[in-house]
């Protein structure tokens, strides 16, 4: 597809914040039962009836969390919405509504910010979440995005970091280390482009990688299949900065220990070969790569045969008493203790 050299752009500032929001948002609907009023007024209205509500927030800065130079505009809208859901669903709850507020610096023209939005709308249906408010402003240091994520659930089925016991199984959803990897093969790209700007990436066998880094999916169906299977875990969290990072949160919360198996941790085939590659080791990549936004929760043993053969969910270890400490056993049937390796965004 040929790139247009003279593409339209509308400024900002023809617009005003207010006429900028309305022109976002125009397209948006609300399709909640418990969002009353969403955007256009001081204030969403939601009603959740006799439900437990949940929130979380994120921030996403440009240089920091993303790099525009090979994440498209539509793509970061998208994945915006996903690292905020991922939180909700975390709680073992349903996310129901968002806001988005954010900052741009004057290089951003209109079409840009319509491209953005494209993403969360496609996220926004696909995830049957509702768009109620929002703030848009100006920044010198580029594009900063905050997202709140709201959703509900009742009050006996909300999931906490605590509430692991020893003995318990630890499970994780779908498979590690591909977003990180896709990271790496996008930085790698990256700076052949900058040597030749003439070179054209082949990224086709890295196709799942780059999908799992730019377009990553929150696992409301994780949760919905929870329900089904009629588990309630004991503690969960999702997998943002990192395996070994969220396992020790696990710890801290639930005051228990952990053994972690190897030889449990789901690979992609691709994974396995892209590590080979890059003389990367695939366990440290499941364990410290992040951004995979896996669900990682704990069951009693006797849910165990509710999700025995489920090929959405893996057994990877188990917990302890907290005195025994949390522990990578090795393929080698060693025991190495495991360390906080994942993301840290205050790291030079």
């Known amino acids: 597809m040929l790139e247009d050299k003279n593409p339209q752009r509308t400024s900002l500032e023809e617009l005003g914040e207010f006429g900028l929001i309305d022109h976002l948002t125009q397209h948006f609907e609300l399709k909640q039962p418990s969002s009353l009023v969403g955007v256009g007024d001081d204030a969403a209205v939601m009603d959740f009836k006799d439900k437990k509500v949940v929130v979380s927030t994120d921030m996403l800065v440009e240089g920091v969390h993303f790099d525009l130079s090979y994440m498209p505009l539509k793509h970061l809208g998208y994945k915006s919405v996903m690292v905020n859901l991922s939180d909700i669903y975390a709680m073992n709850a349903m996310a129901t ?128 299949l929870l329900e089904k299977l009629e588990v309630k875990p004991t503690s969960m969290i999702d997998i943002s900065d990192g395996l070994s990072s969220e396992i020790l949160h696990l710890c801290k919360h639930g005051e228990v220990g952990c053994n972690l198996f190897e030889n449990k941790i789901p690979l992609d085939p691709s994974v396995i070969s892209t590590c080979e590659e890059f003389k990367m080791d695939s366990t440290m990549i499941a364990l410290g790569g992040g951004e995979d936004y896996e669900l990682l929760f704990t069951i009693d043993q006797a849910d165990f045969p509710k999700i025995k053969g489920n090929p959405n969910l893996t057994v990877i270890g188990h917990m302890t008493e907290k005195s025994e400490g949390v522990h990578l056993i090795t393929r080698a049937e060693t025991k190495i203790p495991i360390t906080a390796q994942g993301w840290n965004s205050f790291k030079p």
């Open 97 to 224: 509504q968002i806001t988005i507020s954010m900052a741009v610096s004057n290089r951003f023209p209109l079409e840009a910010l319509e491209e953005f939005y494209e993403g969360v709308a496609l996220a926004c249906k696909l995830y049957n979440v509702d768009l109620v408010g929002g703030d848009t402003t100006s920044s010198n240091k580029g594009m900063i995005i905050s997202v709140t994520a709201i959703g509900s659930a009742d009050a006996s089925k909300i999931a906490y970091r605590k509430g692991s016991k020893p003995n318990d199984l630890l499970v994780v959803t779908g498979d590690l280390g591909g977003a990180y990897l896709g990271l790496q093969v996008l930085e790698r790209e990256k700076e052949v482009y900058k040597v030749n700007p003439n070179s054209q990436p082949d990224l086709e066998p890295y196709s799942y990688l780059v999908e799992r880094q730019l377009k990553p999916e929150a696992r409301k169906d994780m949760v919905e």
